[in-house]
């Protein structure tokens, strides 16, 4: 089982309009509502994927309740756990240029942490966690830290989709899976990536730590796995970029059950660079008709 954990789940508002004007009303021309999320967004592609997932988090008031129906209306398991507030809306209004306004989200105390905890008491070694997102203000900013141990105790494999120094500070746990971007892989070396090999070297450094699969993903121009098989790149498929937001997340997703179907990291990584590329080509998350028409695409170079 792969479970998913969103510590401050969304909705996710979208709104397009054709020419925005500040300072007067403008009308939309389109509008639509998401459950969004990094957690929330790998466990959506997992599901369209075939890949058993468990969506794990917290969700508070009526746009919780919104987040619940829409990922039980996928058939995504949800065990969001109820807290006092309302889960929080993100605006992301789509004009010439795009913005986004995030909300903020309810209060997580001690006993919403415990209770996550005892969610975590049914692991085994055959399971994958992933901790995804950032750690907002109204979490317990040593949570991760708090929920790894938790799933080490059970010797579930980590995955971690996060970046900055809360990924810093967390790769001494040796996590089964992590995917910065050349930027975020950047800024963990405080240095600047210029080229393929610079990308291998630091990817390296970080494998060495004992991160078993690092892949490091250069937008258009594909990415790199550096990994105990060995170090692959590979390459994105030509489309049209339509959408911005979830490649990362599905990337991630794509990988997972990539890897659960075929238990080999090779077709893992195929499986990600069609899932991210899938989303990117569409205005939502990827459908498995997209990234199945994608796979054969994706060209894949043992280094």
């Given amino acids: 089982m792969i479970y998913t954990i969103t510590l401050n789940p969304s909705i996710d508002y979208v709104i397009e309009v054709e020419a925005f004007e500040e300072g007067t009303v403008n009308r939309a021309s389109n509008t639509n509502y998401y459950p969004g999320g990094k957690g929330i967004n790998v466990s959506r592609v997992l599901k369209r994927l075939g890949a058993d997932t468990i969506a794990l988090g917290y969700a508070a008031g009526f746009t ?37 306004i995030n909300g903020t989200g309810p209060l997580v105390d001690d006993d919403a942490v ?7 008491n049914q692991l085994s070694k055959e399971d994958i966690v992933v901790l995804a997102g950032s750690i907002p203000s109204t979490v317990p900013s040593d949570i991760y830290e708090t929920l790894i141990k938790k799933c080490q105790q059970h010797e579930a494999k980590i995955v971690l989709d996060t970046g900055g120094q809360t990924l810093q500070s967390l790769l001494s746990y040796k996590p089964f899976f992590i995917k910065p971007n050349h930027h975020e892989l950047s800024d963990l070396f405080d240095v600047t990536i210029q080229s393929q090999d610079d990308v291998i070297h630091y990817a390296g450094k970080i494998h060495a730590q004992g991160v078993e699969n690092v892949v490091v993903s250069m937008a258009g121009e594909g990415a790199i796995l550096y990994s105990v098989s060995g170090v692959y790149s590979a390459k994105a498929p030509i489309g049209e970029v339509k959408n911005s937001v979830g490649a990362g997340d599905s990337l991630v997703a794509g990988f997972l059950a990539g890897y659960v179907n075929t238990n080999n990291i090779e077709e893992a990584l195929r499986y990600g660079i069609a899932s991210g590329s899938a989303t990117a080509f569409s205005y939502d998350l990827c459908q498995k008709a997209d990234v ?10 043992k280094l």
């Avoid at 209770?115 to 975590?120: A, G, H, K, S």
Wanted: hydrophobic fraction near 40%; charged fraction near 40%.
């Fill in 292 to 301: 199945y028409r994608l796979i054969n695409l994706i060209e894949i170079k």
């Fill in 114 to 120: 415990k209770r996550l905890l005892q969610q975590l």
């Fill in 64 to 100: 919780g309740d919104f987040i619940k129906e829409k990922l039980i209306e996928e058939q995504v398991a949800v065990r969001l756990l109820e807290v006092e507030g309302h889960s929080r809306i993100n605006v992301k209004l789509k004009a010439e240029k795009e913005t986004e």
